[in-house]
């Protein structure tokens, strides 16, 4: 597989410069970090040297993953070396002229193919593309503190960014791990337009003499599931940085957002924090969370009345950008919306500045809460694109995105002008499994019929892909684990990127791999090595799967679409063909032979395998639940020798016994630790 390297330019070393360029050399993207002065890229690099030491510290990276990370980015003063970067972000100070001098400088020095880019959360991207001669490859990507941390970044076309921009700019975002919501091109985007009014709207109460500080605060912590309140938060990012950004947002959107009093008199007495120290006093926290609710649901809902982003990445957004337990419209569903159209609707009447948003008056009139769309379709030529669309959730899987899922894929192989089906997901992952809490939920309401009837869905639908008459091509760009892997197993072909991995977690946490994962694992490289991965729960990479034949084929990010229509022309083949298993795994399939399973199912190690081996094994195998790998065990055997139908039905039978156990319930509610198993 030929790789291409990404070239960025990011100027400005500071904060959020050195800490954008970090994260892209973490990610493998080769980054030149330009600054005016070498004391600033010194200490650019010395905050990226302390952030990379911190994770080596916390056992996240090694030396050498560290080592390799720094040597991708190349500090200089030298604005030529960007001259022919694929991409350049630029975050200098917060001042218009500065920006546009510096884009229309770098328009003249860059390569046409060059996109310039800005981390901007003040101006429009269309005033600084005014200042080029490539107004079609000026597009907004606005990172938040910490970039190497924070997984969002708001991508902001203007009127004028070509589609080729923006599918260009969402391949290196996802390249470096982020999750990209697209936002309109209007003040505040989409983060910041709920962010300030929401610390605007705590510092106003605190006049009011509702609260103190430190009791809005806590208040706050429990009604949106946060780690810091308004206060303590805007002590962390700096209240000054808060007095400017109310400022620019109130220039634009009126008096609503502009900062009280209070943030103005701490910013020009010089106080460099809020006192959130006290005693605190909840008796009025119905009244501070009925406002501060009111606020954001209202600014929600207006954005939406403006089209500046869609519900479902506004909630993203909120609870990926600022930890929010659950975005703006989630809490309206929480709340009631017949709760959220009165409160909103009193701050309306209470401000003349604030007007009612239609979006949230057409709600309250249906009287039903907020649905939310987690797949989209797409039909580009003769591919319909499927993508699971719940990045804030690795893409897992439930009721309602199965639901979607299986609509979706109605109306795909219903279009006559449709050849092939593609199932991709956003963020990180492609899908990383169902999800564990509805599982839990009906363990504890004895209500198991619900998690086999999901199941009995689940199947349906991935024999449907397997069999279909239309090309399914699974595009594993992102990690996969159990019903993530199984799905994309189901699928006729499989394109994959290095990013790309399959994982059988299951046994791990008390059950078997339940979607078919065994079945047509085994069909593709046999007994021995599906038990392996079941076993261990060993993650298979990109590579490895291509080596095994499981990946039809192993490409480039930048390659995906044409291997995809490379695919479709040449037709459907065999996925399950008999292949040669290289012989580096043979000495894994030896440990699994019949004999050394059920020694390792007793806690001996395998026999005719290398001593290193056979301790690894027996250490991994024991942290693993008792009565789910025997019981993946049996059904392996038996699924080999039936049909693809027939061994899910084998699999179905083992469902209510697999969900009753102890082991089940202690696996599936241990999430971050390890379970306690009985083997009972």
């Given at each position: 597989m030929k790789k291409k390297v990404f070239k960025i330019g990011m100027v400005g070393a500071g904060t959020m410069g050195s800490g954008i360029a970090q994260k892209m050399a973490q990610e493998g993207l080769n980054v030149v970090l330009v600054d005016v002065g070498e004391a600033q890229l010194e200490r650019g690099m010395g905050m990226i040297r302390g952030t990379l030491q911190e994770a080596i510290d916390r056992k996240i990276l090694t030396q050498k993953e560290v080592d390799v990370t720094l040597s991708r980015i190349k500090p200089t003063v030298d604005k030529q070396e960007l001259k022919d970067c694929d991409l350049i972000v630029e975050a200098v100070f917060e001042?218009?002229?500065?920006?546009?001098?510096?884009?229309?400088?770098?328009?003249?020095?860059?390569?046409?193919?060059?996109?310039?880019?800005?981390?901007?959360?003040?101006?429009?991207?269309?005033?600084?593309?005014?200042?080029?001669?490539?107004?079609?490859?000026?597009?907004?990507?606005?990172?938040?503190?910490?970039?190497?941390?924070?997984?969002?970044?708001?991508?902001?076309?203007?009127?004028?960014?070509?589609?080729?921009?923006?599918?260009?700019?969402?391949?290196?975002?996802?390249?470096?791990?982020?999750?990209?919501?697209?936002?309109?091109?209007?003040?505040?985007?989409?983060?910041?337009?709920?962010?300030?009014?929401?610390?605007?709207?705590?510092?106003?109460?605190?006049?009011?003499?509702?609260?103190?500080?430190?009791?809005?605060?806590?208040?706050?912590?429990?009604?949106?599931?946060?780690?810091?309140?308004?206060?303590?938060?805007?002590?962390?990012?700096?209240?000054?940085?808060?007095?400017?950004?109310?400022?620019?947002?109130?220039?634009?959107?009126?008096?609503?957002?502009?900062?009280?009093?209070?943030?103005?008199?701490?910013?020009?007495?010089?106080?460099?924090?809020?006192?959130?120290?006290?005693?605190?006093?909840?008796?009025?926290?119905?009244?501070v969370i009925d406002r501060m609710f009111a606020a954001v649901f209202g600014v929600a809902c207006t954005m939406i009345d403006e089209g500046i982003a869609t519900m479902?990445?506004?909630?993203?957004?909120?609870?990926?950008?600022?930890?929010?337990?659950?975005?703006?419209?989630?809490?309206?569903?929480?709340?009631?919306?017949?709760?959220?159209?009165?409160?909103?609707?009193?701050?309306?009447?209470?401000?003349?500045?604030?007007?009612?948003?239609?979006?949230?008056?057409?709600?309250?009139?249906?009287?039903?809460?907020?649905?939310?769309?987690?797949?989209?379709?797409?039909?580009?030529?003769?591919?319909?694109?499927?993508?699971?669309?719940?990045?804030?959730?690795?893409?897992?899987?439930?009721?309602?995105?199965?639901?979607?899922?299986?609509?979706?894929?109605?109306?795909?192989?219903?279009?006559?002008?449709?050849?092939?089906?593609?199932?991709?997901?956003?963020?990180?992952?492609?899908?990383?499994?169902?999800?564990?809490?509805?599982?839990?939920?009906?363990?504890?309401?004895?209500?198991?019929?619900?998690?086999?009837?999901?199941?009995?869905?689940?199947?349906?639908?991935l024999l449907r892909l397997e069999n279909s008459p239309k090309m399914t091509i699974a595009q594993l760009d992102g990690l996969s684990l159990g019903g993530g892997s199984e799905v994309a197993l189901a699928c006729q072909a499989i394109v994959a990127t290095d990013k790309g991995s399959f994982g059988f977690p299951e046994t791990g946490i008390g059950i078997f791999p339940g979607l078919g994962g065994m079945i047509r694992t085994e069909r593709h490289i046999g007994p021995e090595l599906t038990k392996y991965y079941v076993f261990t729960g060993k993650t298979i990479s990109a590579e490895e799967a291509k080596e095994l034949g499981i990946v039809t084929k192993l490409v480039d990010p930048t390659e995906i679409d044409d291997a995809i229509k490379e695919l479709v022309a040449a037709g459907k083949f065999d996925k399950y063909a008999p292949r040669e298993i290289p012989a580096k795994y043979d000495e894994l399939k030896k440990a699994f032979s019949p004999e050394n399973t059920e020694r390792l199912l007793e806690g001996k190690e395998p026999e005719g395998v290398s001593p290193e081996l056979a301790k690894k094994l027996v250490d991994i195998v024991a942290r693993k639940a008792p009565l789910a790998l025997r019981t993946s065990n049996e059904l392996i055997d038996a699924q080999s020798k039936v049909s693809i139908k027939e061994a899910i039905e084998l699999e179905m039978d083992k469902l209510y016994y697999m969900f009753s156990t102890e082991d089940a319930l202690a696996g599936l509610s241990s999430p971050g630790r390890p379970p306690k198993f009985q083997g009972k």
């Open positions: 001042d218009l002229k500065v920006k546009q001098d510096l884009f229309a400088e770098l328009d003249k020095i860059c390569d046409e193919k060059t996109i310039l880019a800005s981390n901007t959360s003040s101006f429009y991207i269309s005033d600084l593309a005014k200042a080029t001669n490539r107004p079609d490859r000026v597009i907004g990507m606005h990172y938040f503190f910490h970039p190497a941390k924070n997984r969002l970044l708001e991508i902001v076309p203007h009127d004028g960014t070509s589609q080729e921009t923006i599918e260009r700019t969402q391949l290196i975002a996802k390249l470096h791990a982020k999750t990209a919501i697209l936002v309109k091109d209007a003040p505040g985007f989409t983060v910041n337009r709920i962010f300030i009014p929401w610390y605007v709207t705590a510092i106003r109460i605190y006049e009011e003499g509702i609260a103190n500080m430190p009791s809005i605060d806590e208040i706050c912590k429990k009604a949106f599931g946060i780690g810091m309140g308004p206060f303590k938060l805007q002590n962390e990012s700096g209240i000054a940085i808060g007095l400017h950004a109310a400022r620019t947002l109130a220039k634009e959107r009126g008096s609503f957002y502009e900062p009280p009093e209070t943030l103005r008199h701490y910013v020009e007495d010089l106080k460099s924090n809020f006192d959130i120290e006290g005693e605190i006093d909840e008796s009025r926290a119905q009244d479902e990445d506004i909630n993203r957004g909120t609870r990926i950008g600022l930890t929010w337990k659950q975005g703006p419209f989630e809490l309206m569903n929480s709340v009631g919306i017949e709760k959220a159209y009165k409160i909103v609707k009193e701050l309306s009447e209470s401000r003349s500045d604030f007007p009612m948003p239609k979006f949230l008056e057409e709600q309250y009139k249906k009287g039903v809460p907020f649905e939310f769309n987690y797949i989209d379709l797409e039909v580009k030529d003769d591919i319909a694109y499927i993508t699971f669309n719940r990045p804030e959730a690795m893409n897992a899987l439930n009721s309602t995105v199965m639901a979607q899922f299986e609509k979706a894929l109605d109306e795909a192989e219903q279009n006559p002008a449709v050849k092939a089906i593609v199932l991709k997901g956003t963020g990180k992952a492609f899908i990383a499994g169902a999800d564990i809490k509805f599982f839990v939920e009906n363990i504890k309401n004895n209500n198991l019929k619900r998690t086999y009837d999901f199941t009995r869905k689940g199947h349906d639908l």
